[in-house]
């Protein structure tokens, strides 16, 4: 009952000041991804760890393993030249962030992050590479 009724002030102050709940929830995941690829670049891949939701941290089992798993099959987001972000959807339930990653070769590379509320505030539950936009991105 309290932790609602935190929710709900917090919810109304922000209304106050013109900021929606949508773009407050967009704003705190752009924050999560932004930490966690800060902790890529530089290799600090136990903070990085701390961002994937407790269903990846399982699945993975220590940072060390997560590590593997970002530098072989996600190389953009372990070293990007440029992070853009696109829309915040809601599948199905799950809210999903696209970002837009350019490598350091400039391909460009769109992701779409799984996102998880947690008691610790947002997780990364997944990450979905999307078929690349091609030359006009």
Known sequence: MLRTLKIAMIVMLMSGL???GAQA???????????????FQADDFETAFGFAS???QRLFGSPDNFRSMVT??????WR????????LADVNGSLWQKVLIKDQKGVVHVLGYRMLETDMGWKINGVQLFP??????
């Open 18 to 20: 013109g900021i929606g």
């Open 72 to 77: 072989r099959g996600y190389p953009m987001v």
């Open 132 to 137: 690349s936009p091609g030359v006009g991105a």
């Open 25 to 39: 929830q967009g704003v705190d995941i752009k924050s999560t991804i932004d930490r966690q690829i800060e902790a």
């Open 54 to 56: 407790p269903n990846l």
């Open 80 to 87: 990007p030249a440029e992070v853009r972000y696109l829309e």
